[in-house]
């Protein structure tokens, strides 16, 4: 097998190509998309630091000066909305847009949230258990981020069905190549999304709540574009990745059920395990960057105007900086994965996002004395942020 991201073999398994990667050709050049695939630790690592590249180029150049078509006009709505977040843009506006929304994620505010995470872990997974189990993503991974989310925005109750669709329609956009109809219902995702934002915006500005959306009205250095784009980039990157480790992890620890009885058996080795599930099969498998100034990696010169695939997959199994790779310990100590990233766009909810983890397993652990697979999973098509179909388990109380 080779590295094709479109082929569901390769999705499902593709840590045997990665390894060929780094051993063989740990810069390559992947013409079907125009990349560079850089696959060994220490390279993603020091190119997600490195300020010769860039989430965006937009700030030094136009399309046109960069050698890039132009995107097409129907994904202009898309793009307004994508590059109004901070995910998409660099210093200084990037700068600017963290340190107004990092005010909402101090250590401290994080670490208030955790009794409500709680909460609702352990309300979802009785009503799991209490049914005999079903969809383990469905009706607990999914539910569980996206009602924190919803809750710190302000998002009301009734209205909460809509998050989780907008977003993985939203989330079609960054898979290689997208399909035409992926790419238009991905723009009717974000303009939808948008226009609902606004209008709740335009309520809470003269009447603020106590929620997120009601603070960034009030915050004048904001645009509404900047608004809206912060709170889909919250709700996309604050739920989506959650989701899917939630249930690679869970159809990791089955593939591996002695770590699953280590870890039922010493639930102090939840802190560890949670970290290891994010390396072992990370969602996020691919995170792209421009180069802005010509850099070279293991003498192969990359230059300006060139696009890097940092495969965190690859990186996460990297044997010269993990001990026995490919081996599942829920136990490991020394675990430097980048599923987080790194840099500047470091995952700013990243202390949420372990809190969410460790709550959705230790409810799990606790309230379920068993739990079993009903049927194989099988994988979402897409490669670049990687998960589950479904996962339906059968559960005791």
Not at 62 to 80: A, D, I, S, V
Not at 162 to 191: F, K
Not at 280 to 285: A, E, N, S, V
Not at 316 to 329: C, G, I, S, T
Request: aromatic fraction near 8%; charge should be negative.
């Amino acid at each position: 097998m080779r590295f094709d991201p479109w082929n569901p073999d390769f999705v499902a398994h593709p840590y045997r190509v990665y390894e060929e990667l780094r051993r063989d050709a740990p810069v390559s050049y992947f013409e079907p998309t125009n990349q560079w695939l850089i696959s060994r630790h220490a390279d993603v690592n020091a190119l997600l630091r490195d300020r010769r590249l860039g989430r965006s180029y937009l700030h030094v150049a136009t399309h046109e000066e960069f050698g890039r078509p132009p995107e097409p006009e129907f994904q202009e709505p898309f793009w307004r909305v994508i590059r109004a977040g901070m995910l998409d843009v660099e210093p200084p506006v990037h700068t600017r847009l963290r340190r107004l929304v990092s005010k909402a994620f101090t250590p401290r505010m994080v670490e208030s949230l955790r009794p409500r995470v709680h909460a609702i872990a352990r309300d979802l997974v009785d009503t799991y258990v209490a049914k005999g189990g079903g969809d383990l993503i469905a009706d607990v991974a999914e539910p569980l981020p996206v009602t924190v989310i919803a809750e710190m925005l302000g998002i009301p109750e009734q209205d909460r069905h809509l998050l989780r669709p907008w977003s993985s329609d939203i989330c079609g956009m960054y898979e290689l190549n997208p399909a035409l109809e992926a790419q238009h219902t991905a723009v009717r995702a974000a303009e939808e999304f948008a226009a609902y934002l606004k209008a709740l915006a335009a309520e809470r500005r003269p009447r603020p709540g106590d929620d997120l959306i009601s603070a960034l009205t009030q915050v004048t250095e904001l645009t509404e574009d900047e608004l809206v784009g912060t709170c889909v980039l919250l709700l996309n990157a604050g739920h989506e990745a959650t989701v899917n480790v939630t249930g690679n992890g869970w159809w990791a620890l089955f593939r591996n059920p002695a770590e699953l009885v280590r870890l039922r058996e010493d639930r102090s080795l939840l802190p560890t395990a949670v970290e290891e599930l994010m390396r072992w099969d990370t969602p996020l498998q691919m995170f792209e960057r421009w180069v802005l100034e010509d850099i070279e990696v293991h003498g192969v010169r990359i230059p300006r105007g060139a696009e890097v695939a940092l495969l965190f997959g690859s990186a996460n199994r990297d044997q010269a900086v993990f001990d026995d790779p490919d081996r599942l310990d829920v136990g490991r100590a020394d675990n430097p994965h980048i599923s987080f990233g790194a840099g500047i766009h470091f995952c700013l909810g990243a202390p949420l996002a372990r809190i969410e983890l460790m709550e959705s397993f230790g409810a799990l652990l606790d309230r379920a004395a068993t739990l079993e697979l009903r049927q194989k999973p099988e994988w979402k098509t897409g490669y670049v942020i990687r998960g589950l179909r479904s996962l339906e388990l059968t559960a005791t109380g």
